[in-house]
């Protein structure tokens, strides 16, 4: 009689333990089809910027210092470590321009963060709309020892529409 029972028990358990099986089941199915959706439909809803003609485009006036982006500035020295040789890496983020004669500024920092010196010059290459150009090596100036830091900074360039 007892044995009966706890049959009777053990399959009911067993039949609860499959009914909790299947409902997580279909809970984690629902969980993964409603990430899905939302994660599909996330991004169809962010509008995108409308898209500017270049002849829109054109109507603005250039901004070289805003167009024109300093990927990369290393100051080092010559091999005699007395001037300065700058690589720069620079990037025009126009769509429209072509700037060249780039004026720049080399300013040389002291512990203090204010300036020590500094050197403006023109780098002759130019750059075409959305291009990324690496200018060659030069020198500008004599190294200060003093200087514990330094900044390039564009300043200006010539622009010319494409």
Do not use: C
């Not at 990430?35 to 500017?52: D, E, F, N």
């Not at 485009?57 to 990927?71: E, G, N, S």
């Amino acid at each position: 009689m007892f044995e009966e029972l706890e049959k009777e028990e053990r399959g009911e358990k067993e039949e609860r333990n499959k009914l909790f099986q299947i409902t997580a089941y279909i809970v984690g199915a629902l969980i993964v089809v409603g990430a899905i959706v939302y994660l599909t439909s996330r991004g169809h809803s962010k509008s995108t910027p409308p898209v500017q003609s270049v002849a829109a485009a054109r109507q603005t006036a250039p901004d070289p210092v805003k167009d024109l982006k300093i990927v990369r500035a290393v100051m080092g020295k010559d091999p005699t470590g007395i001037r300065v040789m700058w690589s720069v890496q620079l990037r025009n983020k126009s769509a429209v321009y072509t700037y060249s004669n780039i004026q720049y500024e080399a300013r040389f920092l002291g512990p203090d963060g204010r300036t020590i010196a500094a050197n403006r010059d023109t780098i002759k290459d130019s750059i075409g709309p959305g291009e990324e150009k690496k200018i060659p090596a030069f020198i500008d100036g004599i190294y200060d020892a003093n200087a514990s830091n330094y900044e390039f900074v564009l300043i200006g360039a010539t622009s010319a529409a494409q």
